[in-house]
Structures are given as C-alpha cells and as structure tokens.
C-alpha cells in the first residue's frame, strides 16, 4: 500500500499575515486562496520541491489557532524563529 501525506492543515489567528510569512518569507508557493463563500476562505501553499501542501482560511474546521504543536516536519527552530519575527501569525 503506498500511502502519502498530501495537505497538512494549520489553524491561524490572521490568515493574511500567515499567508505573507508562508510565501514571502519562507517561500512556499501559492497555489490557491479563494473564497468559495461570504464565510469561508481557504488558502493553499506548498513548500519548493515538495507534495505536501498546507491550507490555512477561515470558516474551515482547522480547531483553534496554536493548536498544531511539534510538527517534525520542518525544523521546528527556524520556523519559530522565522515565525517570532512574522509577529507569530503563523501559530
């Protein structure tokens, strides 16, 4: 059986300022941000070179902001650290 992780959700506290962090300063690609209703908006981005993408919005069942903790995989370091300077909009 060949199994694969294809989208990893983040719940976050401002979707903009999260989207700014993922594509400008960590450099994943935007693939989608649409807002499929007045409520609901789901924004798409994928690491380079990577089939794993993460999706953040709001009017999603992502679970309260903070909620993920110790993802492994990225290192958990730099994103702090690039996350301390982004204002923490990432978590």
């Known amino acids: 059986m060949d199994m694969k992780l294809e989208v990893v959700p ?7 300022a999260a989207k700014d962090f993922y594509t400008r300063q960590v450099g994943f690609g ?8 007045e409520n609901m908006r ?6 380079p070179g990577s089939a794993c993408s993460v999706v953040i ?4 069942p992502l679970g309260e902001p903070g909620s993920v903790r110790e993802s492994n995989s990225w290192s958990r370091t ?7 300077s982004a204002g923490g909009a990432w978590a």
């Not at 789901?42 to 690491?47: C, L, N």
């Not at 730099?78 to 301390?84: K, T």
Request: aromatic share 0%; net charge negative.
């Open 57 to 60: 919005g709001e009017g999603l």
């Open 78 to 84: 730099s994103m702090r650290s690039a996350a301390s």
């Open 10 to 16: 983040i719940p976050v506290r401002d979707v903009d």
């Open 42 to 47: 789901v924004v798409q981005m994928t690491p």
């Open 30 to 37: 935007l693939d989608h941000d649409v807002r499929p209703s």
